[in-house]
């Protein structure tokens, strides 16, 4: 079928998407010549292009008059370089690559990773894409009235790693973890505030912030991090920034927390759980598809900050309910592996060069 060209609209990580995509192209067989293009070089394409893929860009500018020579440009590049089959990760690269690929009878998927509809992106994309994949049935719904084929796929973790183990001031201390980029979305002030009700409980407990702040939500970073200088509770708050190495983390954690307006799948659950890391997340999306409420960890309404108190209370206080949650979240995790993953996407692959996706 020839090489599959994967394409991002984001030249960084934005969020578990492009870790998803990575670790996709890392791992699938070398028979299809990866290949990924992002609009410009950056942190993801030299990641990429670090582990062997091979990168190139292609502009991918907000659709609009400057479309036009962008789709030129893309139908250039495609003629030359022939791919069997284009995967697009998000919906503006699956809008260029839609265009482009259609006119060139090259099959292009959807990858998508977001519950929310577009009603007008979304109508365009179903007539250009050939199929569309979702990280979770949640996600799926967005396409239940869709002609075309929509499959829910998993996403797929790499094993725990050896990591070296991150410091606190005292190991006696126990550790509340937050990963997740510091966006509105992410609803990281409800975190902060059943962690001050939480602290008020327990003088050893910290809690560790492992994210980026997302572009344009600078000034909402800014004012937590004021309300923890202002606190007599701050100083536990840890804020460490994007880390390389987050395993690092889980390794020392008690409990992971995810406070999230919406998420599509939630990798970091995953994650968390594959280090024995019992968490504590809003019923919201793919969570309930990824844990089994009081099996690996507890879930709570969206916005109930008692209900995330009473939950991270059960849970750290009751050592023999974390151990229990620990290990049954070490079993879950397995389940969701690369291998599993990458097996169903080639075998989408297949179907759509051999005319069988239907």
Same mark, same amino acid.
């Given at each position: 079928?020839?090489?599959?060209?994967?394409?991002?609209?984001?030249?960084?990580?934005?969020?578990?998407?492009?870790?998803?995509?990575?670790?996709?192209?890392?791992?699938?067989?070398?028979?299809?010549?990866?290949?990924?293009?992002?609009?410009?070089?950056?942190?993801?394409?030299?990641?990429?292009?670090?582990?062997?893929?091979?990168?190139?860009?292609?502009?991918?500018?907000?659709?609009?008059?400057?479309?036009?020579?962008?789709?030129?440009?893309?139908?250039?590049?495609?003629?030359?370089?022939?791919?069997?089959?284009?995967?697009?990760?998000?919906?503006?690269?699956?809008?260029?690559?839609?265009?482009?690929?259609?006119?060139?009878?090259?099959?292009?998927?959807?990858?998508?990773?977001?519950?929310?509809?577009?009603?007008?992106?979304?109508?365009?994309?179903? @007539?250009? %894409?050939?199929? #569309?994949?979702? $990280?979770?049935?949640? &996600?799926? !719904?967005?396409? *239940?009235?869709?002609?075309?084929?929509?499959?829910?796929?998993?996403?797929?973790?790499?094993?725990?790693?050896?990591?070296?183990?991150a410091k606190l001031p005292d190991e006696s201390e126990r550790l509340v973890l937050f990963v997740g980029r510091i966006s509105r979305e992410k609803q990281l002030e409800m975190a902060l505030e059943a962690f001050a009700r939480l602290s008020g409980l327990d003088s050893g407990l910290h809690m560790a912030i492992v994210g980026a702040e997302a572009d344009g939500h600078e000034a909402y970073a800014d004012d937590l991090k004021r309300l923890c200088s202002e606190s007599d509770w701050g100083p536990r708050v840890h804020w460490v920034g994007e880390q390389e190495d987050v395993a690092r983390?889980?390794?020392?954690?008690?409990?992971?927390?995810?406070?999230?307006?919406?998420?599509?799948?939630?990798?970091?659950?995953?994650?968390?759980?594959? @280090?024995? %890391?019992?968490? #504590?997340?809003? $019923?919201?999306?793919? &969570?309930? !598809?990824?844990? *089994?409420?009081?099996?690996?960890?507890?879930?709570?309404?969206?916005?109930?900050?008692?209900?995330?108190?009473?939950?991270?209370?059960?849970?750290?206080?009751?050592?023999?309910?974390?151990?229990?949650?620990?290990?049954?979240?070490?079993?879950?995790?397995?389940?969701?592996?690369?291998?599993?993953?990458?097996?169903?996407?080639?075998?989408?692959?297949?179907?759509?060069?051999?005319?069988?996706?239907?």
């Open positions: 079928m020839g090489k599959v060209v994967y394409v991002s609209q984001f030249d960084g990580f934005v969020g578990g998407g492009e870790h998803s995509l990575l670790t996709l192209m890392q791992n699938i067989p070398d028979l299809y010549s990866p290949v990924l293009i992002t609009p410009r070089a950056g942190a993801f394409s030299l990641k990429a292009g670090a582990s062997g893929i091979r990168t190139d860009t292609l502009p991918m500018p907000p659709v609009g008059l400057k479309s036009f020579m962008a789709l030129k440009q893309w139908g250039e590049w495609l003629k030359l370089e022939k791919p069997g089959l284009i995967h697009a990760n998000n919906s503006r690269a699956a809008f260029y690559a839609g265009i482009a690929g259609k006119k060139l009878g090259i099959p292009v998927i959807f990858h998508c990773r977001i519950a929310e509809k577009d009603p007008l992106m979304d109508s365009i994309l179903m @007539y250009l %894409v050939s199929a #569309v994949i979702c $990280n979770s049935h949640s &996600v799926a !719904e967005r396409f *239940e009235s869709s002609r075309l084929p929509v499959c829910v796929i998993y996403n797929g973790i790499e094993p725990p790693a050896p990591a070296s183990v983390w889980y390794k020392v954690a008690d409990l992971l927390i995810l406070t999230s307006k919406h998420e599509g799948f939630g990798r970091v659950l995953v994650e968390a759980m594959a @280090y024995a %890391v019992p968490v #504590v997340a809003f $019923n919201v999306g793919g &969570v309930p !598809e990824v844990v *089994e409420n009081g099996v690996q960890g507890l879930l709570v309404e969206a916005g109930d900050v008692d209900g995330l108190v009473e939950s991270c209370r059960s849970i750290l206080d009751d050592p023999e309910q974390h151990q229990k949650m620990g290990e049954a979240g070490i079993i879950r995790a397995n389940e969701f592996s690369v291998r599993s993953h990458v097996d169903q996407v080639c075998e989408l692959y297949q179907r759509l060069t051999s005319g069988k996706a239907a």
